[in-house]
């Protein structure tokens, strides 16, 4: 069921006129009484005692609108439309009226523990900002919608978890820590292909909380110290044997020394025990030849 827009009567107008006639049917029924008394008049006061309930029911039929609100009106159960024009609005007083926001609203999911892509536990946790766009099918295609939103933004979040892992080993794979631009714009998707049923648009999905699960927090620690280190020396050794390399070739090329491959792999050495080492190297001062 899709929402019907319905135009309803300014309520101003409404309620002066519902106020002087009502004014006039208890003047009315005043002045009858008075003719009561004198022997005449009992036909006209059962006639304004039986408009009276009437002309009060029809100020149950004022309602306000505030701005960004929607009213749902419905007749013994039957779908009317909803009325989002602001301001004081009348419509016929049968009428049930359900008052829909329409404003953006967001909450935090509660802390999930779930399993990622390679199976390690972790603590996960998004904020959904959310806003409701269709009202007749956020109060009549599910029972309730903010309960409705809630259940399935949690029920999304599982899932992603285990679509990526926390953490990729190589610059190629997507991870949750390493890319939470395209883990949230897939969060914004998944969600709202659940929450379009209920008439709702999801504006941003983050993550707003990840982490290890605390049983495996210090070794996944370790891990990610030991992968730094690797990656750290690695390219140590890649810069280092590329400053080597422009060593000797620009030594060959400036004809500087001659050196035989034994000499180009002991000055090969020395220079990556120099460039890779943790502390600065100690020189030894030769004071001879190179050959002694």
Not at 60 to 66: N, T, Y
Not at 184 to 196: F, P
Request: hydrophobic residues 45%; aromatic residues 8%; proline residues 3%.
């Amino acid at each position: 069921m899709k929402e019907r827009p319905r135009k309803t009567a300014s309520g101003f107008a409404y309620l002066v006129l519902f106020i002087l006639i009502t004014i006039g049917t208890i003047w009315q029924l005043v002045v009858s009484i008075q003719a009561a008394e004198h022997g005449g008049g009992q036909a006209m006061i059962l006639l304004w005692l039986f408009l009276l309930p009437f002309e009060l029911l029809a100020f149950k039929g004022l309602f306000g609108v505030q701005p960004n609100q929607g009213v749902v009106l419905q007749l013994f159960g039957h779908y009317i439309g909803t009325e989002r024009t602001p301001g004081l609005r009348w419509a016929n007083p049968l009428y049930s009226k359900r008052v829909i926001s329409l404003r953006t609203r967001n909450f935090e999911t509660s802390h999930l523990k779930v399993n990622d892509h390679d199976g390690n536990p972790i603590e996960f946790a998004a904020v959904v900002v959310w806003a409701v766009v269709d009202t007749a099918e956020a109060v009549f295609r599910v029972d309730n919608y903010e309960n409705y939103v809630k259940v399935q933004s949690e029920s999304a979040l599982r899932n992603l978890a285990t679509a990526y892992p926390y953490d990729a080993h190589d610059d190629l794979a997507k991870s949750l820590r390493g890319n939470t631009a395209e883990v949230a714009e897939h969060l914004r998707d998944e969600i709202q292909q659940r929450l379009t049923v209920a008439g709702v648009q999801v504006i941003e999905a983050r993550i707003s909380h990840l982490a290890y699960a605390p049983e495996i927090a210090a070794s996944m620690l370790q891990r990610q110290q030991a992968a730094a280190i690797v990656a750290a020396r690695t390219r140590i050794v890649d810069g280092a044997v590329g400053m080597v390399e422009m060593a000797l070739d620009r030594l060959a090329a400036k004809g500087t020394v001659h050196l035989d491959e034994d000499r180009k792999a002991a000055m090969v050495s020395n220079l990556l025990v120099v460039l890779c080492g943790e502390r600065a190297a100690q020189p030894v001062v030769n004071a001879g030849t190179i050959y002694q």
